[in-house]
């Protein structure tokens, strides 16, 4: 069974930083690239941060610079460390992994359940 626990939502003022976690099981991790997916209220989902699974990242333009990912391989985990938050960046975000179950299945995309981060003015 395929599981993606997200953690480290919350609330935090304006300026301040929040550290997402998102630890999985199931999934041939090392293999698979990670993704951190936000979805607003009343928007579409919208992909915000990718590592794949040789390292290399990739960032919307709108948190280029304040928002890091990174992954640690022997703990099966996927981190967001974001700073300098705003209002624009209140949202559920959900870990995303486009990864194979074993050897022999094809590649799929898992979602996890998501955590909600808050960002007041």
């Known amino acids: 069974q395929v599981q993606l626990v997200e953690s480290g939502g919350g609330l935090v003022q304006t300026g301040g930083s929040l550290r997402l976690s998102c630890v999985a099981s199931?999934?041939?991790?090392?293999?698979?690239?990670m993704d951190w997916y936000r979805q607003a209220p009343g928007k579409q989902r919208e992909l915000v941060a990718s590592i794949t699974r040789d390292g290399s990242t990739n960032y919307v333009d709108s948190v280029e610079g304040r928002f890091t990912i990174s992954r640690d391989n022997a703990k099966n985990m996927v981190f967001l460390q974001m700073t300098s938050l705003s209002p624009e960046d209140t949202a559920v975000y959900f870990c995303s992994a486009y990864a194979k179950r074993n050897i022999v299945a094809r590649f799929q995309r898992y979602w996890g359940q998501g955590t909600q981060v808050t960002v007041s003015s």
């Open positions: 199931g999934i041939g991790f090392a293999m698979a690239d």
